[in-house]
């Protein structure tokens, strides 16, 4: 993660290479640099970095989350697929909620939120070293200074990402808040055997404080022992990451087609540390497009591999655990797995200090009996999908709000 050099890097889709269709052509380019797209929820600790290092919420401000439906602008609103009255910062990560990252991006003006998207090297060429390194894009100042375009691009809609750019992004959180420039080769050679060092063109980014990625980087933690993330656990290993699944979109409108992401690290207590990332294009697996269930896995099989060649070594005490826990792992359906964790976060008291966000923006809270939190019947597994209903997400329907 410090040094930013790529151990393995690979992209695979399906085509006949001894006859190449018109339809395959896109195969052939590498989606790491030149493949840009709404990432969704994995810009929420993106978001939530820019809060902490502006001091603008701590890991424990609390947020009123309206029971999972919050209604914002003209007819419009946002919704959570886990239903919460409150939550604080950290289970907000946690939880992968819409609602309470969008009012965290609501205490930061449009221009420190922009500001802080580029600081982690976004709208910007990620510096790895291919021939072609796509910059993606973010929205305009004009428009993020309005609280609807904020929130949606709080949680990864209205901007387009590449892969390179959010694992770039995502070393800060393991890198003491550096953002470290990916590179594949690490010198050239002439005939002589003399070594010529490469120096990137784009350098690495001073994307948050040290303390802000710390805390950060113990939140993506939590999300791996008890949020959306469980089934990238190794024992022994610091696991950490975040989910995202976001609906792509078609001529102006999400259809049901989906990118699912997984970016995060895996270290071990003798100093090894690597950034991971996974990006499943178009999952359409029946009831498999979740992260938790397409990309999560890929990222642990990613884990293991680098136990079994010793670039990770895990705590002896633990890795006996392993076996067990795959066979947890893989007979518990992911429901349970969820509403475990749900319970537990349910069942702490908001703080009587802790202020509602209704007064500073007029917002419709509903009605608190539209959920009973102590209800021990099992929640919709949708992690990290936008809304079904018309979301506020696309660039026609935003142009004609405000």
Do not use: C
């Not at 309470?100 to 449009?110: A, F, N």
């Not at 049901?256 to 991971?276: C, V």
């Amino acid at each position: 993660s410090d040094t930013g050099k790529v151990l393995a890097l690979a992209s695979s889709e399906r085509y006949n290479p001894a006859h190449i269709k018109q339809k395959d052509i896109p195969a052939l380019n590498p989606k790491f640099s030149e493949y840009p797209h709404e990432a969704g929820s994995v810009i929420k600790p993106l978001t939530l970095a820019i809060a902490l290092d502006k001091k603008k919420v701590t890991p424990n401000t609390w947020f009123n989350t309206y029971n999972g439906e919050m209604e914002i602008g003209k007819n419009r609103k946002i919704t959570d697929d886990e239903k919460f009255e409150s939550l604080n910062v950290t289970d907000i990560i946690v939880h992968s909620s819409n609602i309470g990252i969008s009012q965290i991006s609501w205490r930061l003006t449009g221009k420190e939120f922009r500001e802080g998207l580029i600081k982690f090297g976004l709208a910007k060429p990620s510096g790895l070293d291919l021939s072609r390194d796509l910059p993606g894009s973010l929205k305009p100042l004009r428009l993020l200074n309005h609280k609807l375009h904020r929130a949606n691009s709080s949680y990864g809609y209205g901007m387009l990402a590449t892969f390179s750019q959010l694992f770039k992004a995502y070393s800060a959180f393991n890198n003491d808040g550096i953002a470290v420039t990916p590179r594949i080769v690490n010198y050239l050679s002439d005939k002589k055997g003399k070594q010529y060092t490469l120096n990137p063109k784009i350098g690495s980014l001073q994307a948050v404080s040290k303390k802000t990625a710390r805390q950060v980087h113990d939140m993506l933690v939590d999300v791996v022992q008890r949020g959306t993330g469980v089934k990238a656990q190794y024992p022994g290993l610091i696991i950490g990451g975040k989910t995202g699944t976001a609906h792509i979109a078609k001529k102006g409108r999400y259809v049901r087609e989906y990118h699912s992401s997984f970016y995060g690290f895996a270290n071990d207590k003798k100093g090894n540390k690597y950034t991971i990332g996974v990006l499943v294009v178009r999952a359409k697996a029946k009831g498999q497009y979740f992260a938790s269930l397409s990309a999560v896995p890929i990222f642990r099989n990613l884990v293991q591999i680098l136990v079994e060649q010793s670039y990770l070594k895990p705590n002896p005490k633990e890795a006996k655990k392993v076996e067990q826990n795959e066979m947890i792992y893989n007979d518990t359906p992911q429901a349970e797995i969820v509403e475990e964790s749900t319970e537990e976060v349910i069942k702490i008291d908001k703080p009587k200090e802790a202020q509602s966000v209704k007064s500073l923006f007029n917002l419709k809270e509903k009605p608190k009996n539209t959920i009973n939190p102590t209800s021990h019947s099992k929640p919709k597994v949708k992690i990290d999908v936008i809304q079904k209903s018309k979301p506020t997400t696309t660039h026609e329907d935003f142009e004609d709000l405000f």
